[in-house]
Structure formats: structure tokens, C-alpha cells
């Protein structure tokens, strides 16, 4: 299944990001739990995911590259930039990304 194009904001082009270890393009002026979402849009579509900063089921830990402060967020609300590495995220968005081959050392 593609996911179709008007679930995102408007893009112009894809940014590089890490997810728990393995990289990935995903469109710039998007979410991350959008970007999740372009990754695999099945099964983000059918999480239990809010969409609206309350159920908490999307936190992340990221970074923005080496040397940079480590933070938590919910991916719902954080824009995803170049460069951001995302270094846990909560099981259910492990879940939906299952088919990603993400590390298991973050789990
Ligand atoms: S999806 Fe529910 S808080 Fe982000």
C-alpha cells in the first residue's frame, strides 16, 4: 500500500534521518510520526496512535547529530529536520516499524 500524498504536508524534497540505528529519506515539513508514517503507512495507520499529543504512544528520544543534546518528544507534534537520529521510541512505534529491520538494541 502507498500511503496517499495528502496525508503529508506539501514537500519539495526527502531528508535524511536515523531510525535506531539505520537511516532513512522521509519527507522535509512533515512530523516524524508522518515521516513513521511514510515508512510504513499500513501499519502506522492502524496504531493506536492519537495524532493529537495525548495518548503518549509516539515518544521519542532523539538527537540532531553527534554532540548534540539528547531530548524527548512526542513525534505527533516534533518536525523531523536533517540529520535527526532518533535513539528510542516508545514499543508501539517500534511496532509499526517492525518491518524496518531496526536495531534491537533499543527495545
Ligand atoms: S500520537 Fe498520541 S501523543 Fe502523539
Request: net charge positive.
Amino acid at each position: 500500500m502507498t500511503a496517499p500524498t495528502t496525508l503529508f504536508r506539501p514537500f519539495t524534497r526527502l531528508i535524511r534521518i536515523a531510525i535506531l540505528g539505520r537511516h532513512f529519506e522521509v519527507p522535509e515539513n512533515n512530523t516524524l510520526l508522518r515521516c513513521f508514517q511514510y515508512l510504513a503507512p499500513e501499519p502506522v495507520s492502524y496504531g493506536r496512535f492519537c495524532w493529537n499529543e495525548d495518548c503518549q504512544y509516539c515518544r521519542v528520544t532523539f538527537d540532531l547529530g553527534q554532540g548534540s543534546t539528547s531530548r524527548a518528544a512526542l513525534s505527533c507534534k516534533l518536525m523531523a529536520q536533517e540529520g535527526m537520529r532518533v535513539t528510542e521510541a516508545a514499543s508501539e512505534i517500534r511496532y509499526c516499524l517492525r518491518t524496518l529491520g531496526l536495531s534491537e538494541a533499543n527495545r
